[in-house]
């Protein structure tokens, strides 16, 4: 008797159909997680910036936004930007939810929270 060997043609259709909706996903999923990489190193910079410590909760929030938008970062508002202050310190947090669409009525719904303590006077 012959044994079978290699994929019948049904399975090759499943296994090309889990790996194209895998690379979907990734194609859609892939530009938030780039874009909160920028986040997360503008969060990281601003505690290590000299020019930023001892400035006031308003000029922070400015200064953030200002980072976000040389970035191409416009989906984040001012709405989810906090500036609180703590001991000796600001606490900036962003906080934010990315919504995308992946097919037909599948969506996406990412959430981030980024904080940085950025020292006072």
């Known amino acids: 008797m012959n044994k079978q060997k290699g994929l019948t043609l049904?399975?090759?259709l499943i296994v090309i159909a889990f790996v194209g909706f895998n690379g979907l996903m990734a194609l859609n999923v892939a530009p938030v997680y780039i874009n909160d990489s920028s986040v997360k190193s503008i969060m990281a910079n601003l505690e290590r910036d000299a020019?930023?410590?001892g400035?006031?909760?308003r000029k922070l929030k400015d200064i953030v936004?200002?980072?976000?938008?040389?970035n191409n970062l416009y989906d984040i508002k001012k709405d989810n930007?906090?500036?609180?202050k703590g001991r000796n310190s600001y606490v900036v947090t962003i906080e934010y939810e990315p919504r995308g669409r992946l097919v037909g009525n599948?969506?996406?719904?990412?959430?981030?929270k980024?904080?940085?303590?950025v020292q006072s006077k």
């Open 10 to 12: 049904i399975s090759w």
């Open 106 to 112: 599948l969506d996406y719904i990412i959430s981030f």
């Open 114 to 117: 980024h904080e940085a303590r």
């Open 55 to 57: 400035k006031d909760a």
């Open 81 to 84: 930007i906090t500036v609180t």
């Open 65 to 70: 936004i200002k980072r976000l938008k040389i």
């Open 51 to 53: 020019d930023v410590r």
